[in-house]
């Protein structure tokens, strides 16, 4: 058996763990940089705020009804997650973190466990320990326990916030219940193709033939048919290293000067070389790009991207800022008001295999300078030791106008208490 | 604290909660000469935040403001360990979410009711009723103060 463990609109739920004032009041939080709106409350979903919402278009609606408006707390919300995480592991050694606030959990072995109440425990634990509610929902297979799980979001009140698909009845309700673009993994452009063939409902794609299935789509949707079956055939993944890395941001102001851009680049390709060595890894590629607003029409629209092949796998800042700047440089064009850029790293290989290079080779300095640099980042707060193409009075690069503090990750923002 | 204590606290060399997950290195290395007769004795150094938190999913800090519950020994500007995983019962110090604010007060449990009992005799204790908004957040294990 599978549960799917859900954190009912997390990120909301974190910031109410230490203000529990807005407990039952509308709260929106807002995207990096307070672009649109990445997570609501219940109340607040119930107003009619959409999902990504832009922030900008809504500010009378935020007044008009009173909703608590939030900057993303991505330290915080990072801090709760692991908390949670490590709290399912002790239900079960087999536990897949799916994102930030879901979880995969399978039972091998607990044939003589009443599943229904052990999600009732998992439930209560995790509520109580870290205040935050999820929702469990337990099948035979990994698809089927993401529907038992909307059920038990579904219907509070019926389920408990615990739903268990156990026997055939269950099992048929659950999938007529479910339309087709609810499926877990079922693309936009694979739910058109299926509304075309008369299925609107988990139960109708399950009555497909596997053949047809198989020969119109792929393996994938094979697996997902047999899982939906209660055949199980998603399996659980292991932790997989990324296969490209990315920082990309739009800027707070538009950027129109070279060495503004400069700056900005060699930030984001020492935060991508940072995310590679913390998974080990090296990379060989990387592409960066760059582009104007493209909502301001009446100014000179331009967008470029430009990829580098590096000559030997590597993880140091040093090879990688080079190289980004070395390619912002030729894709940059004087007069463009730019709003966006990033750097992506690809080509990713374990660090430890890399494969030994005749000519050319890196650096052999650079390990140790890294592994300081990163243990002297992680000691220091925000981040002291930097390129120096990199802005050092630059301390906060996003726009977090309605910031909640640390509470777990900074001993200056914990809790008050009288 | 007196100065004998200090004195003996000096011989301790506690290890930052980052790097719970040190061992020590055996770095005698194995060539010449006579290996450290103290290696075979060799153990884990102290860890305070494995002393002070005994539950870290569920642990929490937070810090003190006012004087009710000086008589507890939690001043001004004290720093808490919370464990969120223990039950409240009579007697226990618990931070509470009382009307809109954090608290910190002794859970007095009596004949079904509760009341939040401080530690000063200049403060009154709180019966908590049906009309409060009420939470007990939890439960306080340990307090730190610099000194």
Known sequence: MFALVDCNNFYASCERVFNPNLQGKPLAILSNNDGCVIARSDEVKSLGLPMG???????????????????????????????????????????????????????????????????????????????????????????????????????????????????????????????????????????????????????DFVQLSDLWVRQSFSITQWKLKKDLEGVSKIEMEQIKNKRAIATTRSFETTLTSFTDIKERISTFATSCAEKLRRQNSSCHMLIVFLRSNRFKTQSKQYRASTIVSIPFPTDSTLVISTNAVRAIESIFKKGIHYKKAGVILTGIVPSNNRQLQMFDHEDPRHKPLMSTIDRLNNKYFMKKLRLANQDLKRTWKMRQAHLSPQYTTNLKDIIKVK | MNKRNEQILEFF???????????????????????????????????????????????????????????????????????????????????????????????????????????????????????????????????????
Not at chain 1, 144 to 169: C, H, M, Q, W
Not at chain 2, 54 to 59: G, H, V, W
Not at chain 2, 76 to 105: H, M, Q, W, Y
């Open chain 1, 53 to 203: 919402a832009p922030a900008f278009k809504y500010k009378q609606f935020f007044i008009d009804h009173k909703v608590h408006v939030h900057s993303s707390n991505y330290p915080l919300y990072g801090d709760m997650s692991r908390r949670v995480m490590r709290i399912l592991e002790r239900f079960t050694p087999d536990v897949e973190v799916y994102s930030i606030d879901e979880a995969f959990l399978k039972f091998d072995g607990f044939e003589n466990y009443d599943l229904e109440s052990y999600g009732h425990e998992i439930r209560k634990t995790v509520l109580k320990w870290t205040g935050i509610p999820t929702c469990v929902g337990i099948a035979p297979t990994k698809a089927l326990s993401k529907i038992a799980n909307k059920i038990a979001r579904k219907f509070p009140k019926e389920t408990g916030g615990v739903y268990i698909i156990d026997n055939e009845l269950k099992h048929l309700k659950a999938l007529k219940w479910t339309p087709i673009e609810k499926v877990w993994g079922i693309g936009y452009s694979l739910q058109r193709h299926l509304i075309k063939k008369k299925c609107k409902t988990a139960y």
């Open chain 2, 13 to 147: 060399s506690p290890k930052s909660p980052r790097d719970v997950s040190e061992v020590i290195y055996f770095d005698t290395g194995i060539s010449a000469g006579f290996p450290s007769p103290a290696d075979d004795f060799m153990q884990q150094r102290l860890s305070l935040d494995s002393e002070l938190v005994k539950n870290k999913e569920a642990t929490f800090f937070a810090r003190v403001t006012g004087q009710s519950m000086i008589d507890a020994g939690l001043n001004d500007n004290d720093l808490l360990v919370i464990d969120r995983s223990l039950s409240p019962s009579n007697n226990r110090i618990a931070v509470c979410f009382l009307d809109g604010e954090f608290t910190v007060k002794r859970l007095k449990v009596k004949k079904g009711e509760v009341w939040l009992q401080p530690e000063n005799k200049d403060y009154k204790p709180i019966k908590v009723t049906q009309e409060n908004d009420f939470i007990i957040w939890g439960i306080v294990t340990n307090v730190i103060k610099k000194v």
